[in-house]
């Protein structure tokens, strides 16, 4: 099980942390990601990070983003800064196929809003 949790309301040009807490095992040995979906548009990536701790950003978050992993307390984070109004969406952690980078199995979302 993937609990989400940290998304809110805040001000542009503020930041947010959002924790990912995995039940077991599942984020040390998996790939994890947090994903986004804003209102009418699909689902995209955000920031995936290996079990290496490799990383992969969108561009758009591309230096104001930061994906994190604490494997001995099994959570994935992910440091929001300078965030903008078109952040604004429901953000998912998930396990993630590294060949596709896509999510495989999902937590539930938590929304973050970021006022003009």
Request: with cysteine; glycine share 12%; hydrophobic share 35%.
């Amino acid at each position: 099980q993937l609990q989400a949790s940290g998304g809110g309301l805040v001000q542009a040009g503020g930041s947010l942390r959002l924790s990912c807490a995995a039940s077991g095992s599942i984020s040390s040995a998996n790939a994890m990601g947090w994903y986004r979906q804003a209102p009418g548009k699909q689902r995209e990536m955000v920031a995936v990070i290996t079990t290496g701790e490799t990383t992969n950003y969108l561009d758009s978050v591309k230096g104001r983003f930061i994906i994190s992993r604490d494997n001995a307390k099994n959570t994935v984070n992910l440091q929001m800064n300078r965030l903008k109004p078109e952040d604004t969406a429901v953000y998912y952690c998930a396990t993630v196929n590294l060949a596709t980078l896509t999510g495989s199995y999902w937590g539930q979302g938590t929304l973050v809003t970021v006022s003009s």
